[in-house]
């Protein structure tokens, strides 16, 4: 990936975990800059435009949830949220507050380098626009709306279709069940939590090698789906 | 027995009648308390009231011509107030008129005759009589008053010496001892103590024995807060015996069975008396331990709470921040080639960053067990795929299961479950890292899921050392560890932590073993999703 240039902005009050951050970012060839509290990140967030933000939940004066909300009046730009609480509420209300993907304390550096750079993608995208998604074995043409695993096409109905092409969008970041229901179904069917799940269960069984054991289609428990973009990201911890 | 009672020995009248005991209310005694001793105690002092009155006459009719006759009343004044001092009125009655009738007969003229020929005389006798009688019966009352305030004053250094006792009693039983021991020693007899069971009914003490009439009396009561004490008499041994209640306001902790031995009346009263007014320092005590236990409760209940406060607080930031650095720092170095390099290097890495996700595991569990015990264990329900739940418990114990071969068996279309995926992620994750901690390493470990009417059942089972009766019947106790694994370390909170989540979830847990060395099955049943109507069906098909 090129990315010589991308800013993180670190919005976190621990500086030890700032440090490692900052490590981790810049071993990767990001530039960083670092805000102790809210209202610093605010205004980090305004006047150096940064690529990717890094917000922690436990700030001393604002909440990260405030600061996710006011940052989103005004700004795309992708947000990875740290939180120490794996409250899967939470984590839905605050990807439905705009953050792109969420990492729960303690996390390794690769699973936030992925999530960032899922986002960034994501937030570039619209610039660059390749209509081939691939994930592993896996790759969706957004245009031809076709799909091949493994090089050779495979046949998905439509709405199974409809699922891959929101997850591939997204591409290594989680989407919401709510996210994922209403662009699906329609009606009473929306509510239906049932139907993505029996849904998710029959494409798991095209595109994946065990369906026991999904490595491309992931679930994150009580939030949503994810698919992944790269594989090593599955491997156990 | 008598012989440790000589005070109300003496104090007794000469009949027995039936009695009343203590504070109205108690059952009368129907029956006559034993009369021994009445020769001695009541026909002796007056036979010696006699003699004495006749020693003064032996001694004066020697002297009857020197000595002034105004001499002969104030010597026989002697003999009258010693009997009163002695023996009490009856006795000084008595010596008071043998002493007028002695001093007529041999003193006043006409001598050896009961005639008085002196009008003047007979004044002086009549007034002997007079005095004699005023003198002895205030002679006699200073007596009783005197015996009484020694009774009373040795009554109160006993009651002070058992509050003494008392003070020092902080349990129930340490109560019920210094009770036994005070009335021992008092009464000379030992005291028994029947403790209240749950039933309301007493139990007998395993040693010391009551007679039969006693017994059954006891086996006939009901344990009853505020009763009054019930006075038994045993027939045979003429021995009287008291059941005093030992209650709190609120509980009734025993009954305690002292034999007060016979007497009168009046000496088995004074005897109930005290044991009473026992019984009353035993409950302020009684009632003192209860709120010295209640405020022990509380106070610990209030640190509990604080701790758990402090706790959650402390764990969230104090502990996993440190430990979100640990795990970063280590992930970050990871990735330096210097690192990625250097197998050396590599190899303490990782084993900082497996540690430390161990360390989060750990505290994860600590988290939720005091969760549990918060009772803030609210499920938040919704369908999802039990697959899902168990892949995700396998991936976050990958490191204490990697050692151990696991099988998945699911049935292919098995229904949706309807749980906190959260909770059931964890409780499952409980049941595998038990499973793998006690079986050896290269064992299998088989999941396996199936529809079961409207549930769905998953069962976790390994090759391990299995489960005995005994522990089978202790295991869903909080902090329960088998004898045999005192060496596996862990903290005895998993199953108990799995089954409140399953239960919570409205599940239900099992553990099943065909016994030591058998391996187990732990099995989770929770509900599941009703087969899909038609309509559902339609609205899924889109082919």
């Known amino acids: 990936m090129n990315k010589p240039s991308n800013v993180v902005l670190m919005?976190?009050?621990?500086?030890?975990?700032?440090?490692?951050?900052?490590?981790?970012?810049?071993?990767?060839?990001?530039?960083?800059?670092?805000?102790?509290?809210?209202?610093?990140?605010?205004?980090?967030?305004?006047?150096?435009?940064?690529?990717?933000?890094?917000?922690?939940?436990?700030?001393?004066?604002?909440?990260?949830?405030?600061?996710?909300?006011?940052?989103?009046?005004?700004?795309?730009?992708?947000?990875?949220?740290?939180?120490?609480?794996?409250?899967?509420?939470?984590?839905?209300?605050?990807?439905?507050?705009?953050?792109?993907?969420?990492?729960?304390?303690?996390?390794?550096?690769?699973?936030?380098?992925?999530?960032?750079?899922?986002?960034?993608?994501?937030?570039?995208?619209?610039?660059?626009?390749?209509?081939?998604?691939?994930?592993?074995?896996?790759?969706?043409?957004?245009?031809?709306?076709?799909?091949?695993?493994?090089?050779?096409?495979?046949?998905?109905?439509?709405?199974?279709?409809?699922?891959?092409?929101?997850?591939?969008?997204?591409?290594?970041?989680?989407?919401?069940?709510?996210?994922?229901?209403?662009?699906i179904w329609t009606g009473n069917q929306r509510d239906n939590i049932q139907y993505l799940r029996i849904l998710v269960r029959k494409l798991r069984q095209k595109i994946e090698t065990d369906p026991n054991h999904p490595r491309l289609l992931v679930t994150e428990s009580g939030v949503g789906y994810r698919l992944q973009a790269r594989f090593e990201e599955t491997a156990v911890e | 027995?008598?012989?440790?009672?000589?005070?109300?020995?003496?104090?007794?009248?000469?009949?027995?009648?039936?009695?009343?005991?203590?504070?109205?209310?108690?059952?009368?005694?129907?029956?006559?308390?034993?009369?021994?001793?009445?020769?001695?105690?009541?026909?002796?002092?007056?036979?010696?009231?006699?003699?004495?009155?006749?020693?003064?006459?032996?001694?004066?009719?020697?002297?009857?011509?020197?000595?002034?006759?105004?001499?002969?009343?104030?010597?026989?004044?002697?003999?009258?107030?010693?009997?009163?001092?002695?023996?009490?009125?009856?006795?000084?009655?008595?010596?008071?008129?043998?002493?007028?009738?002695?001093?007529?007969?041999?003193?006043?003229?006409?001598?050896?005759?009961?005639?008085?020929?002196?009008?003047?005389?007979?004044?002086?006798?009549?007034?002997?009589?007079?005095?004699?009688?005023?003198?002895?019966?205030?002679?006699?009352?200073?007596?009783?008053?005197?015996?009484?305030?020694?009774?009373?004053?040795?009554?109160?250094?006993?009651?002070?010496?058992?509050?003494?006792?008392?003070?020092?009693?902080?349990?129930?039983?340490?109560?019920?001892?210094?009770?036994?021991?005070?009335?021992?020693?008092?009464?000379?007899?030992?005291?028994?103590?029947?403790?209240?069971?749950?039933?309301?009914?007493?139990?007998?003490?395993?040693?010391?024995?009551?007679?039969?009439?006693?017994?059954?009396?006891?086996?006939?009561?009901?344990?009853?807060?505020?009763?009054?004490?019930?006075?038994?008499?045993?027939?045979?041994?003429?021995?009287?015996?008291?059941?005093?209640?030992?209650?709190?306001?609120?509980?009734?902790?025993?009954?305690?069975?002292?034999?007060?031995?016979?007497?009168?009346?009046?000496?088995?009263?004074?005897?109930?008396?005290?044991?009473?007014a026992i019984l009353e320092e035993v409950s302020l005590t009684l009632q003192r331990i209860d709120i010295e236990n209640a405020i022990k409760d509380a106070r610990l209940h209030l640190q509990a709470e604080l701790l758990r406060d402090a706790f959650h607080g402390t764990l969230s930031h104090e502990l996993c921040t440190p430990l979100a650095t640990i795990r970063g720092s280590a992930s970050v170095m990871d990735t330096m080639p210097a690192v990625r390099q250097d197998d050396r290097l590599h190899a303490l890495v990782e084993g900082i960053s497996d540690e430390a996700v161990h360390l989060d595991g750990f505290i994860q569990n600590l988290l939720n067990a005091t969760r549990v015990t918060a009772g803030g264990v609210a499920p938040h329900l919704e369908w999802a795929e039990l697959r899902d739940i168990v892949n995700a418990a396998i991936k976050g114990r990958a490191r204490r299961l990697s050692s151990h071969k696991i099988e998945m068996a699911f049935a292919e279309d098995l229904p949706l479950v309807n749980v906190d995926s959260g909770l059931i992620e964890e409780a499952c994750g409980q049941l595998l890292e038990n499973a793998a901690k006690y079986s050896p390493s290269g064992s299998r470990i088989s999941i396996s899921a199936r529809a079961e009417q409207t549930q769905v059942v998953l069962s976790i089972s390994d090759q391990g050392v299995g489960i005995t009766p005994e522990e089978q019947q202790q295991i869903g106790r909080r902090s329960f560890r088998g004898q045999r694994h005192q060496g596996v370390p862990g903290s005895g909170l998993g199953f108990w932590i799995a089954s409140t989540f399953v239960r919570a979830n409205g599940g239900t847990i099992d553990i099943a073993s065909k016994g030591q060395g058998q391996g187990t099955t732990a099995s989770i049943a929770l509900p599941g999703s009703p087969p899909m109507q038609p309509s559902e069906l339609a609205d899924l098909r889109d082919e």
């Open chain 1, 11 to 183: 919005i976190d009050d621990e500086p030890k975990i700032r440090r490692f951050l900052r490590a981790g970012f810049e071993l990767q060839g990001y530039s960083v800059i670092e805000a102790e509290n809210g209202a610093d990140g605010l205004k980090a967030a305004t006047f150096s435009a940064p690529d990717l933000i890094i917000l922690d939940l436990g700030l001393p004066d604002l909440h990260g949830r405030e600061v996710l909300e006011r940052l989103r009046s005004w700004s795309n730009v992708p947000v990875i949220i740290l939180s120490v609480v794996s409250n899967e509420d939470e984590k839905v209300r605050l990807l439905k507050a705009g953050a792109d993907d969420y990492v729960v304390k303690p996390f390794g550096m690769a699973e936030l380098l992925a999530r960032g750079e899922a986002a960034l993608r994501r937030y570039f995208k619209t610039a660059t626009e390749n209509p081939v998604v691939t994930a592993g074995p896996l790759s969706v043409d957004l245009v031809a709306r076709t799909v091949s695993l493994n090089d050779s096409q495979i046949r998905l109905t439509r709405k199974e279709y409809r699922l891959l092409h929101i997850l591939a969008t997204h591409v290594g970041l989680v989407v919401t069940h709510d996210q994922l229901l209403k662009e």
């Open chain 2, 1 to 276: 027995m008598n012989s440790h009672l000589p005070i109300d020995q003496k104090l007794a009248k000469p009949r027995a009648r039936p009695i009343g005991i203590g504070t109205g209310g108690a059952s009368a005694l129907d029956a006559e308390p034993p009369s021994r001793g009445v020769w001695r105690t009541h026909v002796v002092p007056l036979l010696l009231s006699f003699l004495g009155v006749s020693v003064v006459t032996a001694i004066l009719l020697p002297l009857r011509q020197d000595a002034a006759a105004n001499l002969v009343p104030i010597a026989y004044l002697i003999p009258v107030i010693f009997a009163a001092t002695r023996w009490g009125i009856w006795s000084a009655t008595l010596a008071s008129i043998v002493s007028m009738v002695e001093a007529d007969f041999f003193f006043f003229p006409p001598v050896y005759s009961f005639r008085v020929e002196d009008p003047q005389e007979v004044v002086d006798l009549l007034m002997f009589l007079i005095v004699a009688l005023v003198s002895s019966n205030l002679a006699s009352r200073l007596r009783h008053e005197t015996e009484s305030l020694r009774l009373r004053e040795q009554e109160i250094q006993l009651l002070y010496e058992f509050s003494r006792l008392l003070a020092a009693c902080f349990t129930v039983s340490d109560l019920v001892s210094a009770i036994q021991k005070y009335l021992s020693r008092t009464l000379g007899q030992p005291a028994l103590f029947f403790a209240a069971r749950t039933d309301a009914h007493f139990e007998t003490p395993p040693f010391g024995s009551v007679p039969g009439v006693v017994h059954a009396r006891v086996a006939s009561m009901k344990a009853q807060i505020g009763a009054p004490p019930v006075a038994i008499l045993d027939e045979p041994a003429q021995n009287v015996w008291l059941l005093g209640p030992v209650c709190s306001e609120t509980t009734v902790h025993g009954l305690v069975a002292v034999n007060i031995g016979g007497g009168s009346r009046e000496a088995v009263e004074i005897k109930t008396r005290r044991i009473e």
